[in-house]
């Protein structure tokens, strides 16, 4: 049972970080995402919500493998 809450609260923190990096539109703009330049190099905050969305998605991955291993 925690196996599935843990998982449920890190999808929604994963979806979370996900809308929020968009670069184009959404809420990025709060964190100066909103550059006229198609490139840029992430900085400050766009760097750490980066990072967290790729370690949130690596825990997620690894619950999801935990679950199957265990359900079995």
Not at 7 to 12: D, E, H
Request: no cysteine.
């Amino acid at each position: 049972m925690i196996l599935i809450i843990g998982q449920i609260v890190i999808s929604l923190v994963l979806i979370f970080l996900v809308l929020i990096q968009e670069r184009s539109a959404g809420l990025s703009i709060l964190f100066g995402g909103a550059g006229g330049t198609p490139y840029q190099t992430r900085r400050g905050m766009e760097k750490f919500i980066f990072w967290a969305t790729i370690v949130s998605a690596v825990i997620f991955a690894i619950l999801a493998v935990i679950h199957l291993v265990v359900q079995i």
